[in-house]
């Protein structure tokens, strides 16, 4: 015979203020657990989406960016003439060599400079990542001094929309079109003919080449035969793992330190919770003791107030999550520390992060609610029914 859940909820509804305010404590610590899993996860989304299966990304070997890496032109040419290369339209390949440049530019709201990654890219760029569509105005026109910036860099630096210019490597830049990345990394990069940024900035080497495959399952020949090149210094990498490993320190610092931070403010909550557990049982002793004569077992006393616990857990749960959701509609900005450039993000809120979060919220019910509901449970019959 177990005790009904009506006569639990009873209790709680009757503790109205204590029950609104301890499971408020634990809302908050939910609300910390889920934006850090949310901006974990928008992060891994942005980086991921960066890159396409089916592109090949060439860099110098250990450069690990696309910034410290350095290709020559002669091996530029290797590369893009290899036989896994798909060939576009034209008959060309689908390859594209481009160059990186950060640059300092002044935010608006803050007049403050931050790096922005600048990308010199050619046709055969474009064409490999579809993703990216003009929102605004066109795309820059080949060998000139136009660019197109990001929806992000659009938005946060002066200078950066339509029509405006960017004045850089002693050169005026008009800015001719917005692109969507589609959430992207892309979305917090500025695009420019490769050709023309290369003369501005003096560089005579490439940073990276692209490559489409002809069919993904030959990259493991493609690789090999770049990386075992005696005449190249080179390595190659899927586009969509290269950039999923550029978001791997920022990931893990933003996970380890949202966990102590969860962990700290969790301890906090489940010290509220087990007061609050601690004063309904002393509160409820005589009917404590009454279920006892009335013939429920300790065992059905426990399980009554762990119930309890986990309706607390459940409640605090729900309301943190309800408040985590509304996170998706704010974007936010951070320096990226593999490539020193900032790269604005959003939170994302996916079903593992829903089901995670109300785990952790149960979790800290039950660990609250244990030891009260064990002390319940071995009250005495007698003792409890001669309580005041």
Same mark, same amino acid.
Do not use: C, H
């Given at each position: 015979m177990s005790i009904p859940l009506s006569y639990t909820w009873r209790n709680l509804a009757a503790r109205k203020l204590t029950t609104l305010l301890t499971a408020c404590g634990m809302a908050l610590v939910v609300f910390v657990f889920a934006t850090v899993l949310m901006l974990e996860? $928008?992060?891994?989304?942005?980086?991921?989406?960066?890159?396409? #299966?089916?592109n090949v990304i060439v860099t110098r070997r250990s450069a690990g960016t696309e910034v410290q890496s350095l290709v020559e032109r002669d091996q530029a040419a290797i590369v893009e003439n290899q036989p896994e290369v798909a060939y576009g339209i034209n008959g060309a390949h689908l390859a594209s060599k481009e160059t990186i440049v950060l640059i300092a530019l002044a935010k608006r709201d803050s007049n403050k400079a931050s790096n922005v990654l600048i990308r010199g890219v050619g046709q055969k760029g474009i064409e490999l990542r579809p993703q990216v569509e003009i929102m605004e105005g066109r795309m820059f026109h080949p060998g000139s001094t136009e660019i197109i910036a990001g929806k992000n860099i659009a938005e946060r630096y002066k200078g950066a929309g339509v029509g405006e210019t960017l004045r850089f490597a002693q050169r005026e830049w008009t800015v001719v079109g917005i692109m969507d990345a589609g959430k992207s990394g892309f979305d917090s990069e500025i695009w420019g003919d490769v050709d023309q940024l290369m003369q501005a900035f003096?560089?005579?080497?490439?940073?990276?080449?692209?490559?489409?495959?002809?069919?993904?399952?030959?990259?493991? @020949?493609?690789?090999?035969?770049?990386?075992?090149? #005696?005449?190249?210094?080179?390595?190659?990498?899927?586009?969509?793992?290269?950039?999923?490993? @550029? =978001?791997?320190?920022?990931?893990?610092?933003?996970?380890?330190? $949202?966990?102590?931070? =969860?962990?700290?403010?969790?301890?906090g909550a489940i010290?509220?919770?087990?007061? &609050?557990?601690?004063?309904?049982?002393?509160?409820?002793?005589?009917?404590?003791? &009454?279920?006892?004569?009335?013939?429920?077992?300790?065992?059905?006393?426990?399980?009554?107030?762990?119930?309890?616990?986990?309706?607390?857990?459940?409640?605090?749960?729900?309301?943190?999550?309800?408040?985590?959701?509304?996170? @998706?509609?704010?974007?936010?900005? &951070?320096?990226?520390? @593999?490539?020193?450039?900032?790269?604005?993000?959003?939170?994302?809120?996916?079903?593992?992060?829903?089901?995670?979060?109300?785990?952790?919220?149960?979790?800290? $019910?039950?660990?609250?609610?244990?030891? #009260?509901?064990?002390?319940?449970?071995?009250?005495?019959?007698?003792?409890?029914?001669?309580?005041v």
């Open positions: 996860e $928008g992060l891994r989304r942005t980086m991921v989406d960066t890159g396409s #299966p089916d003096r560089r005579p080497v490439y940073s990276s080449v692209i490559l489409k495959l002809n069919d993904a399952a030959t990259f493991p @020949q493609l690789k090999s035969r770049i990386e075992n090149d #005696p005449r190249l210094t080179l390595e190659a990498k899927r586009e969509s793992v290269f950039y999923a490993e @550029q =978001s791997q320190v920022l990931a893990n610092f933003i996970r380890y330190l $949202g966990m102590m931070l =969860s962990i700290i403010f969790s301890a010290i509220g919770a087990m007061i &609050t557990m601690y004063a309904s049982v002393a509160n409820r002793a005589t009917e404590i003791g &009454t279920l006892r004569a009335l013939g429920f077992r300790r065992r059905n006393i426990l399980s009554a107030f762990l119930v309890e616990a986990l309706m607390l857990g459940a409640a605090g749960g729900v309301i943190g999550l309800t408040m985590a959701s509304f996170m @998706q509609f704010f974007t936010i900005s &951070t320096m990226n520390w @593999q490539s020193f450039s900032e790269l604005a993000f959003s939170f994302i809120l996916n079903l593992e992060i829903i089901l995670k979060s109300f785990a952790f919220a149960l979790i800290m $019910g039950v660990v609250g609610g244990f030891l #009260p509901a064990a002390r319940a449970a071995r009250l005495k019959i007698v003792d409890s029914l001669r309580a």
